[in-house]
T-cell receptor
Framework: DQQVKQNSPSLSVQEGRISILNCDYT??????FLWYKKYPAEGPTFLIS?????DKNEDGRFTVFLNKSAKHLSLHIVPSQPGDSAVYFC????????????FGGGTRLMVKP | GAVVSQHPSWVICKSGTSVKIECRSL??????MFWYRQFPKQSLMLMAT?????????EQGVEKDKFLINHASLTLSTLTVTSAHPEDSSFYIC??????????????FGPGTRLTVL
């Protein structure tokens, strides 16, 4: 039973345009959500997070939106750059104390020059 | 800051041997360390949660006697794959939570260790 789902395994975007990566979750107990970026043969690197008390968090080119009623979050990258090409994982936890994360299946983003 | 290292980065071993993977937090003390496993083109699956000085908590389906975890200090956790078999071949990744930044929520990941069992 996948509690965190990323339904798009891949996404291709032109450089300079917006990339939108989506994530859905089923467990209403999740209250903290994170996005990680991962290159092949490397560990994930933290990008941005959002608490369930917010609906938006922005950090530079990255913005995460949370729709609690729909149990849906999205990561917007604008403008997209070729260096953004990687696999993006969303993750959820029950609190923000660094406890267990449940990861989605990942979305491979390809940004074309 | 918040750098996590893993050693070795890649190991090839014969079936039946045991392999130890180290995870270190280089510039911070880790409240908790986590061990994940990733199969090709799949997500990260949490194997176990390790707190310094106490026994690891294993996820359902993960054999405790197969994957031995030791968390001897606030900066070091080790995963030993005992009697490794080809099906144990995978990419193993550790992560750590920064004790000082408790409340930030994010885990800091190591670069991963690729295990190939022949």
């Amino acid at each position: 039973d996948q509690q965190v789902k990323q339904n798009s395994p891949s996404l291709s975007v032109q450089e300079g345009r917006i990339s939108i990566l989506n994530c859905d979750y089923t467990n209403s107990m999740f209250d903290y959500f994170l996005w990680y970026k991962k290159y092949p043969a490397e560990g994930p690197t933290f990008l941005i997070s959002i608490s369930s008390i917010k609906d938006k968090n922005e950090d530079g080119r990255f913005t995460v939106f949370l729709n609690k009623s729909a149990k849906h979050l999205s990561l917007h990258i604008v403008p997209s750059q070729p260096g953004d090409s990687a696999v993006y994982f969303c993750a959820a936890s029950y609190n923000n104390a660094g406890n267990m994360l449940t990861f989605g299946g990942g979305t491979r983003l390809m940004v074309k020059p | 800051g918040a750098v996590v290292s893993q050693h070795p980065s890649w190991v090839i071993c014969k079936s039946g041997t045991s392999v130890k993977i180290e995870c270190r937090s280089l510039d911070f003390q880790a409240t908790t360390m986590f061990w994940y496993r990733q199969f090709p083109k799949q997500s990260l699956m949490l194997m176990a949660t390790s707190n310094e000085g106490s026994k690891a908590t294993y996820e359902q389906g993960v054999e405790k006697d197969k994957f031995l975890i030791n968390h001897a200090s606030l900066t070091l956790s080790t995963l030993t794959v005992t009697s490794a078999h080809p099906e144990d071949s995978s990419f193993y990744i550790c992560s750590a939570t920064n004790r000082r930044d408790r409340g930030q929520g994010e885990q800091f990941f190591g670069p991963g260790t690729r295990l190939t069992v022949l």
